[in-house]
């Protein structure tokens, strides 16, 4: 279900912030309520966040630091991460909250002095 390109990502100290984003094809992206997850190393892949026409959810982790969104027109999902910490790092990825769904390359978040 679609192809996703992750960017955004790189190498920032705690308490730092970042921006993802997502560009999508191949998918009527406007009919999908979208997700970002993450994956630590040896960790298993873990929801971020989603935000559909009307709703967003977040996990806890991201409550209040991580602002999930989207441009429909543009077929673009963002993730705006404040208040980094060191246990953020992980490989970043957008994709369709519901299943079937695809995953792309991901972008690397390293939080770290």
């Known amino acids: 279900q679609g192809q996703f390109v992750e960017s955004g990502g790189g190498l920032v100290q705690p308490g730092g912030s970042l921006r993802l984003s997502c560009a999508a094809s191949?998918?009527?992206?406007?009919?999908?309520?979208m997700a970002w997850y993450r994956q630590a190393p040896g960790n298993q892949r873990e929801c971020v966040a989603c935000v559909g026409a009307v709703h967003k959810e977040y996990a806890d982790f991201a409550k209040g630091r991580f602002t999930i969104s989207r441009d429909d027109n543009n077929m673009m999902l963002y993730l705006e991460m404040h208040s980094l910490k060191p246990e953020d790092t992980a490989v970043y990825y957008c994709?369709?909250?519901?299943?079937?769904?695809?995953w792309g390359q991901g972008t690397q978040v390293t939080v770290s002095s």
């Open positions: 191949g998918i009527a992206f406007g009919m999908f309520a």
């Open positions: 994709t369709t909250e519901t299943k079937p769904r695809s």
